[in-house]
């Protein structure tokens, strides 16, 4: 794993070994957010090229990614194409919690490709709840929330 994924990891494991009922927040900011999604596309390229040939029929290559957290939204963005015929490619997602993340794809923005903002609420929102469970396995999640620059989960060790 890269750097970022590897702080965020010993993150998780310095919560673990809170002691049970104490609170604590996890905050994760948009530039953090962003370094982590360039390792993880450098990770994975071929499962992303597949994914995007299953929801676009066009294999893709995808670099350059950026994530901005705003009140209750996150903007995703990245250069996706074919060779050195590049564009930018940006989603925007309303993010709620209600017992556990609630994604609303509001709008996608590729050129020369059409995408459905309601295909992609469950790539968005899968990843999000992922993250939940590592958490809930050790902790009470008490509320995600998106603010300006940074995410914000609160919760109580178990």
Same mark, same amino acid.
Request: hydrophobic share 40%.
């Given at each position: 794993?890269? &750097?970022?994924?590897?702080?965020?990891? &010993?993150?998780?494991?310095?919560?673990?070994?809170?002691?049970?009922?104490?609170?604590? &927040? #996890?905050?994760?900011? +948009?530039?953090?957010?962003?370094?982590?999604?360039?390792?993880? #596309?450098?990770?994975?390229?071929?499962?992303?090229? +597949?994914?995007?040939?299953?929801?676009?029929?066009?294999?893709? +290559?995808?670099?350059?990614?950026?994530?901005?957290?705003?009140? +209750?939204? #996150?903007?995703?963005?990245?250069?996706?194409?074919?060779?050195?015929?590049?564009?930018?490619?940006?989603?925007?997602?309303?993010?709620?919690?209600?017992?556990?993340?609630?994604?609303?794809?509001?709008?996608?923005?590729?050129?020369?490709?059409?995408?459905?903002?309601?295909?992609?609420?469950?790539?968005?929102?899968?990843?999000?709840?992922?993250?939940?469970?590592?958490?809930?396995?050790?902790?009470?999640?008490?509320?995600?929330?998106?603010?300006?620059?940074? &995410?914000?989960?609160?919760?109580?060790?178990?």
């Amino acid at each position: 794993m890269g &750097a970022t994924i590897d702080k965020f990891m &010993a993150k998780f494991e310095e919560f673990k070994t809170l002691p049970s009922g104490e609170s604590f &927040a #996890i905050e994760i900011t +948009d530039k953090e957010a962003t370094a982590a999604a360039k390792e993880y #596309i450098t990770e994975n390229k071929a499962e992303i090229k +597949d994914f995007l040939k299953q929801q676009t029929g066009f294999g893709l +290559d995808v670099d350059d990614p950026s994530v901005k957290f705003g009140e +209750d939204e #996150i903007s995703l963005s990245a250069m996706g194409g074919k060779g050195f015929l590049k564009t930018k490619a940006t989603l925007t997602a309303d993010v709620k919690w209600d017992g556990g993340p609630v994604v609303n794809v509001r709008s996608v923005e590729v050129p020369v490709v059409s995408v459905s903002p309601e295909k992609l609420n469950s790539s968005v929102e899968e990843p999000l709840k992922k993250m939940m469970q590592m958490v809930e396995e050790y902790a009470e999640i008490r509320s995600f929330k998106l603010k300006d620059g940074v &995410a914000v989960l609160e919760a109580v060790r178990k």
